[in-house]
């Protein structure tokens, strides 16, 4: 009779059944067989240095694999730290799998180490939770969390195993293996809205796509391909769809960032809005006022969500726009994309100059662009922070999907995520460079996490964009209170470079524009992860900031 621990079948499914190559995690007792199992089944464990960057690389993972992302916690205070990563994963709907400790069944109300009701807690935030309560049923319990997680509109989910049923044996006889599934949803416009909306597309003289997250999830690059160069429409991409199609596609407006997209938006006639929800950053649909909406989406209740569609065709974006591209005509839209161009190169004239002229002290916009100078196009690139996560969406290019991201730009707003994408990123494409643009001040929530890259031989470049302040509050507190009220907004000198090196990394400060590329080919020729300390000019304010400002002053 052949007996396995809860703990060891646990990791042998992610192995067999969904092939999960890597889990993120911190030890903990009440995961210690699922941790051995990991070990018995040779799956890579990346061990962090607080659970919140175990979600975050787990929801960078899955955006960077287009696999989901898998992490491990213990119970109690384990839980309550992935929190925020979870919810993170949740508003920006990724395919999340978090495996959680518990205290044991058996002292339920007993006051035992770490006890508390934890499914109460996350239920809100995941698509699906629960308890498993009996060994054998622990590949059953993975089956559903992989499939909630994954099927129709991704998102979090959430497994809470107890040790008691982790270290139970069991007869391997007696499990029922689930088999994978991978099917894609079978939800599909009909003929009427997909004959509509090629109409809307056909006639259009100022159309835009833009294409989010669902773009991404979709895996739909051939197909967007197509579409874009059949009909002609120039495409911006955001979020995790950024890079699907590459930003230096002659159709793509990326270039713009996001200040070239709300320069642009109000004058389009016809907006192709594809696995992207309007939320605040495009002011709820209400930046493109006069435009028809043709919304495409794997859920259908967020068609009409904050601005009514006037052609809503639910369903996955590939598969839509395969439906689509038979019934288009093929355009030529070249006047209108350079009319596009020109309107966001005009309102960035003095940001362009910026970029090209070096300063004392350094511009913001000045170090992305000497950035861009040794790598180019072929890395991926990270921003984190809040001006921080401005210049590094309006500088960055990638050929590559997901190449540029800026999760701190995200719903939720969660600062801290630059370093855990980076390692994400690393682990993903260990082939190319990946930079993390840090705000000092987001530096300091997952810093500490330059032990987990140097233990595990991730050699990320961490540029610090050094202003000695939290920014973004700083400066709208200079505009709303004036600059003699300033309120825990200023941050001083400090040299997180050091911090860096301590931990067995590559650190240097940097103060003057010519030392920035040197810097950079010197922690890159170290082939350790590096932290490069960019002092920047303190006063220099983003238009993000005043947009944050405006969004705030309206209240």
Known sequence: MSKIYGGHLAAKYLKEVEHVDMVFTLSGGHIENILDGLTEYKIKTIDVRHEQVAAMMAHAW??????????????GPGFTNALTGIVNAHLENVPLVVLCGRHPLRDDLKGALQEMNQIDMVKPVTKWCATCYETKRIPEYLSIAFRQATMGRPGPVFLELPPDILFEEVDEKTVVIPKRRTHKTVTQPGKNELEEAARLINQAKKPIFLGGSGVGMSGCGDILEKFIEKTGVPISLVNYGRGVLSDNHPLSVNGGGFTGLNAGLPVVDVIIAAGVRFNWLLQCGQLFPDAKVIRIDIDPHEIDRNRHAD???????GQVLGQLLPLVEKRDHSPWLKSFKNAYSAFMTSELEKRKTPSDPIHPIRLVEQIMTVFGD???YVADGGDTSYYGLSGFASKHQGGVQTPAGGL??????????????????????????QGDGSFGFNGMEFDTAIRHNIPIICIINNDCAWGMIKHSQEVSLGANRLTCSELGMRHYE??????????????????????????????????????????????????????????
């Open 62 to 75: 899955s955006v960077y694999t287009n696999k989901p992302g898998v992490c491990l916690v213990t119970a």
């Open 498 to 555: 050091k911090v860096v090196e301590g931990l067995g990394g590559y650190g240097e400060l940097v103060t003057i524009d010519a030392e920035i590329i040197p810097a950079i080919k010197r922690a890159v020729a170290s082939g350790k992860p590096a932290c490069i300390n960019v002092m920047t000019d303190p006063t220099v304010t983003s238009p993000a900031t005043v947009f944050f400002y405006q969004s705030f002053s309206e209240l």
């Open 412 to 437: 939720l707003g969660c600062l801290g995520t630059g370093i855990p994408f980076a390692l994400a990123a690393k682990l993903a494409h260990p082939d190319k460079p990946v930079i993390v643009l």
């Open 378 to 380: 072929d890395a991926f």
């Open 311 to 317: 052609v809503g065709l639910a369903g996955d974006v």
